[in-house]
């Protein structure tokens, strides 16, 4: 990318490898530009920008300070979230900023759209959908300046706070730029998906449109006319045409910009958009996706004649071919609609008609509303089926059901009004119908992998959400490499261990945390569940309820009190602990005990010792492994084995950031944090090499194998007997590692882990 300043951007000068300058949005439309698809000119304010406000402005620390262990499901989310957004806007935009942004605007001239463009921000695996704000028909300098500044204040909605937190974001990392572009008074609009995001089918293109602005379809508050096209000579295979009373049309007086208008009677009921047009958009799709390699999801706008394309993403949230469509049920059908989310699913209805409602909803609930936005995410994920009354298959309630795979029926038109709170429902995300009752499913899984690799390199998954267990666990993977504490505790339990203690409460902090633990053992029998001990930082501890009455202040609580030494100092609330561990083994003995952060080899002793006395003993099938994070653990590693353990996980992020000495919340640093930095490496080597010498387990369950398949190659080299990944990467991890066994002569049968 070139460009004349650090802080604006033009498309022509940026392309798909400039994410991190001017966000996922901002990268889409630059490679558009440059790949001559009809996109309206505009330029971005980059992501440099933004992070240079908040340095001028001192908020790194208040954001820090603020979102370090915040709850994202209680009500304190609004509370901090309301808290950070007045901070970003009261605090002044640098001039040299804002007179970039003028300058550049007066290039254009006239009515623009500002649209936020998030660094984490339309990723193949996180869409971030909704989460960040658009400013339609702005017009002046000030006026754009203004609003780039509330993009700022966007990245801080609860919606967006709640996204990152569930998908393991660091949100000081999170940057965001503002997109400026003409604005296109559209007179039909839509989206146009290159491959069936229902059926995974990549044969056929999907189109949905809306006359006027965009907005009402992807908000779902307009049920949009859909056409399906065969891509193969561009036949039309269905047209679903929907009556629209109105639509959206620039209002100038409108703080938004724009206003809902009665669209003539004569054009109501009329097909949107003219079957040669519906080609020339498949047409530009496919180019689409031609540039990019992968199926899209592309939003476009109709000025007179023309067609502009006003962003492409990739497809997040498209339900894989290989998974298939399960019989018809049985029953007594209460309402129809469009099948956006695939899955069934049943349990009480809860209707929502607000986001004050939120809380009504509970896990295993159905929720039903008019249409969702991004400030129902967290009912949203509680919830075990979704139903609304209008929506097309992009409007948000598709989008992140899909994303969160959560059975979902939007578009029933009267779902709201024909169904009451508590009435027990069965959600049909394959066929988009609700039936009344439970129905069961004699026939198994309702989804089949219809063929599975085998390698002799164990491939595990990293989880956190028990909502997410069964789910996951019925994926092609062989146990749970890294179950993490903390999301229970700080999720389900909200309380410090030592002041429940202190109110005679300590049997109910074990009882929460093995029903959360039991959940995953559960779901994943017989299959290993390795459970790392709980890893809070003092900062993360005092947020809990109580904390700030049993928690120092930390200048640098990441190399602080945490970890083994903790255990050993505070005995009581880690017998706490082993005492839900051994519960939850009671029932399921394929749950194991991993230890963090383990400083000597006296520590680990110490640690075990501990374990001993409550009653936890190594044995066949409980094994005890140490996380490999701190240096002292590669240099030692054979005085660390000696001490007896089973084997070892390296944590490639803390790794990183302890080999390279660079804090890996620094924005200054991010690009020299690198987990296949040659210092990482020969000491992931080390390790790896030493417990295979050793005829020991090991591990990694880091990001660094989600985020770089060629890693997971060496660590198969190497010897490595498991790799622990994110549940969207163990399909890609396994088809890697059977690469890498074969060409080594290595045999496909299962590992001892």
Same mark, same amino acid.
């Given at each position: 990318?070139?460009?004349?300043?650090?802080?604006?951007?033009?498309?022509?000068?940026?392309?798909?490898?400039?994410?991190?300058?001017?966000?996922?949005?901002?990268?889409?439309?630059?490679?558009?530009?440059?790949?001559?698809?009809?996109?309206?000119?505009?330029?971005?304010?980059?992501?440099?920008?933004?992070?240079?406000?908040?340095?001028?402005?001192?908020?790194?620390?208040?954001?820090?300070?603020?979102?370090?262990?915040?709850?994202?499901?209680?009500?304190?989310?609004?509370?901090?979230?309301?808290?950070?957004?007045?901070?970003?806007?009261?605090?002044?935009?640098?001039?040299?900023?804002?007179?970039?942004?003028?300058?550049?605007?007066?290039?254009?001239?006239?009515?623009?759209?500002?649209?936020?463009?998030?660094?984490?921000?339309?990723?193949?695996?996180?869409?971030?959908?909704?989460?960040?704000?658009?400013?339609?028909?702005?017009?002046?300098?000030?006026?754009?300046?203004?609003?780039?500044?509330?993009?700022?204040?966007?990245?801080?909605?609860?919606?967006?706070?709640?996204?990152?937190?569930?998908?393991?974001?660091?949100?000081?990392?999170?940057?965001?730029?503002?997109?400026?572009?003409?604005?296109?008074?559209?007179?039909?609009?839509?989206?146009?998906?290159?491959?069936?995001?229902?059926?995974?089918?990549?044969?056929?293109?999907?189109?949905?449109?809306?006359?006027?602005?965009?907005?009402?379809?992807?908000?779902?508050?307009?049920?949009?006319?859909?056409?399906?096209?065969?891509?193969?000579?561009?036949?039309?295979?269905?047209?679903?045409?929907?009556?629209?009373?109105?639509?959206?049309?620039?209002?100038?007086?409108?703080?938004?910009?724009?206003?809902?208008?009665?669209?003539?009677?004569?054009?109501?009921?009329?097909?949107?958009?003219?079957?040669?047009?519906?080609?020339?958009?498949?047409?530009?799709?496919?180019?689409?996706?031609?540039?990019?390699?992968?199926?899209?999801?592309?939003?476009?706008?109709?000025?007179?004649?023309?067609?502009?394309?006003?962003?492409?993403?990739?497809?997040?949230?498209?339900?894989?071919?290989?998974?298939?469509?399960?019989?018809?049920?049985?029953?007594?059908?209460?309402?129809?609609?469009?099948?956006?989310?695939?899955?069934?699913?049943?349990?009480?209805?809860?209707?929502?008609?607000?986001?004050?409602?939120?809380?009504?909803?509970?896990?295993?609930?159905?929720?039903?509303?008019?249409?969702?936005?991004?400030?129902?995410?967290?009912?949203?994920?509680?919830?075990?089926?979704?139903?609304?009354?209008?929506?097309?298959?992009?409007?948000?309630?598709?989008?992140?059901?899909?994303?969160?795979?959560?059975?979902?029926?939007?578009?029933?038109?009267?779902?709201?009004?024909?169904?009451?709170?508590?009435?027990?429902?069965?959600?049909?995300?394959?066929?988009?119908?609700?039936?009344?009752?439970?129905?069961?499913?004699?026939?198994?899984?309702?989804?089949?992998?219809?063929?599975?690799?085998?390698?002799?390199?164990?491939?595990?998954?990293?989880?956190?959400?028990?909502?997410?267990?069964?789910?996951?666990?019925?994926?092609?993977?062989?146990?749970?490499?890294?179950?993490?504490?903390?999301?229970?505790?700080?999720?389900?339990?909200?309380?410090?261990?030592?002041?429940?203690?202190?109110?005679?409460?300590?049997?109910?902090?074990?009882?929460?945390?093995?029903?959360?633990?039991?959940?995953?053992?559960?779901?994943?029998?017989?299959?290993?569940?390795?459970?790392?001990?709980?890893?809070?930082?003092?900062?993360?501890?005092?947020?809990?309820?109580?904390?700030?009455?049993?928690?120092?202040?930390?200048?640098?609580?990441?190399?602080?009190?945490?970890?083994?030494?903790?255990?050993?100092?505070?005995?009581?609330?880690?017998?706490?602990?082993?005492?839900? +561990?051994?519960?939850? =083994? $009671?029932?399921?003995? /394929?749950?194991?005990?991993? #230890?963090?952060?383990?400083?000597? !080899?006296? *520590?680990?002793?110490?640690?075990?010792?501990?374990?001993?006395?409550?009653?936890?003993?190594?044995?066949?099938?409980?094994?005890?492994?140490?996380?490999?994070?701190?240096?002292?653990?590669?240099?030692?590693?054979?005085?660390?084995?000696?001490?007896?353990?089973?084997?070892?996980?390296?944590?490639?992020?803390?790794?990183?950031?302890?080999?390279?000495?660079?804090?890996?919340?620094?924005?200054?640093?991010?690009?020299?944090?690198?987990?296949?930095?040659?210092?990482?490496?020969?000491?992931?080597?080390?390790?790896?090499?030493?417990?295979?010498?050793?005829?020991?387990?090991?591990?990694?369950?880091?990001?660094?194998?989600?985020?770089?398949?060629?890693?997971?190659?060496?660590?198969?080299?190497?010897?490595?007997?498991?790799?622990?990944?994110?549940?969207?990467? +163990?399909?890609?991890? =396994? $088809?890697?590692?059977? /690469?890498?066994?074969?060409? #080594?002569?290595?045999?496909?049968? !299962?590992? *001892?882990?």
């Amino acid at each position: 990318m070139s460009t004349a300043t650090k802080f604006i951007a033009w498309f022509k000068d940026t392309g798909k490898d400039d994410i991190g300058i001017v966000g996922g949005k901002g990268a889409n439309l630059g490679e558009l530009t440059q790949a001559n698809i009809p996109v309206p000119p505009g330029f971005v304010v980059t992501v440099q920008a933004y992070f240079s406000f908040i340095d001028s402005s001192c908020l790194r620390g208040t954001i820090k300070d603020r979102l370090s262990g915040l709850d994202t499901e209680s009500e304190q989310l609004h509370l901090t979230a309301a808290e950070l957004q007045e901070f970003v806007l009261k605090a002044e935009m640098p001039a040299e900023i804002s007179s970039q942004i003028e300058k550049a605007y007066a290039k254009i001239g006239g009515l623009v759209a500002v649209r936020s463009s998030a660094t984490a921000e339309d990723l193949p695996g996180a869409s971030f959908a909704g989460q960040h704000s658009t400013f339609l028909n702005v017009y002046g300098g000030k006026q754009v300046v203004q609003a780039v500044h509330k993009c700022w204040a966007s990245l801080f909605e609860p919606r967006a706070i709640f996204y990152r937190d569930h998908h393991g974001f660091e949100h000081l990392k999170v940057g965001i730029a503002a997109v400026v572009q003409r604005m296109v008074q559209s007179t039909v609009s839509g989206t146009l998906f290159t491959a069936d995001p229902h059926s995974g089918d990549s044969d056929r293109t999907i189109i949905e449109a809306v006359y006027g602005l965009g907005e009402a379809l992807v908000s779902g508050e307009i049920q949009p006319d859909t056409y399906t096209v065969q891509k193969a000579g561009q036949k039309l295979l269905e047209s679903r045409v929907s009556t629209q009373e109105w639509e959206l049309r620039r209002e100038p007086s409108n703080k938004d910009g724009y206003a809902k208008m009665t669209v003539d009677p004569s054009r109501r009921e009329a097909q949107k958009v003219p079957e040669a047009q519906i080609k020339e958009l498949t047409n530009i799709g496919s180019h689409i996706e031609q540039l990019y390699g992968n199926p899209q999801d592309i939003e476009w706008a109709v000025e007179g004649d023309s067609i502009y394309i006003v962003q492409s993403r990739p497809i997040t949230t498209m339900t894989p071919k290989w998974e298939q469509e399960i019989s018809e049920l049985v029953g007594e059908v209460l309402a129809e609609g469009l099948a956006a989310s695939r899955g069934v699913a049943w349990g009480p209805i809860k209707i929502i008609s607000s986001t004050a409602e939120i809380a009504k909803v509970e896990k295993g609930d159905v929720l039903v509303a008019r249409m969702t936005n991004p400030d129902l995410a967290p009912a949203m994920n509680r919830a075990a089926g979704i139903v609304t009354d209008e929506g097309g298959l992009t409007s948000h309630a598709s989008s992140v059901s899909r994303e969160m795979g959560i059975p979902c029926v939007v578009g029933t038109s009267n779902a709201t009004k024909i169904f009451k709170d508590g009435q027990i429902v069965t959600v049909d995300g394959f066929h988009g119908r609700v039936y009344k009752g439970k129905i069961t499913i004699d026939t198994g899984p309702a989804v089949i992998r219809t063929e599975k690799l085998r390698t002799r390199t164990r491939v595990y998954v990293n989880l956190a959400d028990p909502s997410r267990a069964e789910y996951v666990a019925g994926l092609d993977v062989d146990g749970i490499g890294l179950l993490r504490a903390e999301f229970i505790i700080a999720h389900h339990i909200r309380e410090h261990p030592s002041y429940m203690m202190s109110r005679g409460r300590g049997n109910k902090f074990t009882e929460k945390l093995s029903d959360g633990i039991g959940i995953f053992a559960k779901a994943f029998y017989p299959r290993p569940v390795v459970y790392r001990t709980t890893d809070f930082k003092t900062n993360e501890y005092r947020n809990l309820k109580g904390g700030r009455n049993y928690e120092i202040v930390e200048s640098n609580p990441m190399l602080g009190y945490r970890g083994c030494s903790r255990y050993i100092r505070e005995m009581e609330s880690f017998v706490l602990e082993m005492a839900a +561990i051994k519960k939850v =083994r $009671e029932d399921y003995d /394929n749950l194991w005990v991993m #230890l963090p952060f383990v400083r000597s !080899p006296r *520590e680990m002793a110490a640690t075990l010792e501990v374990l001993k006395q409550a009653g936890l003993v190594q044995a066949p099938n409980l094994k005890m492994w140490m996380m490999v994070e701190v240096p002292s653990n590669v240099l030692l590693i054979d005085q660390f084995l000696d001490v007896g353990i089973d084997g070892i996980s390296i944590g490639s992020n803390d790794l990183t950031q302890l080999v390279l000495g660079i804090d890996r919340d620094s924005r200054i640093l991010s690009e020299d944090f690198d987990e296949q930095d040659e210092a990482v490496l020969v000491a992931m080597e080390k390790v790896i090499t030493t417990t295979k010498r050793r005829m020991l387990s090991s591990s990694i369950c880091g990001q660094a194998p989600s985020n770089y398949p060629d890693l997971t190659m060496k660590l198969v080299q190497w010897g490595i007997t498991s790799v622990s990944v994110t549940p969207d990467m +163990i399909d890609q991890t =396994r $088809e890697v590692i059977a /690469n890498v066994e074969s060409r #080594l002569g290595i045999a496909p049968e !299962p590992a *001892e882990a």
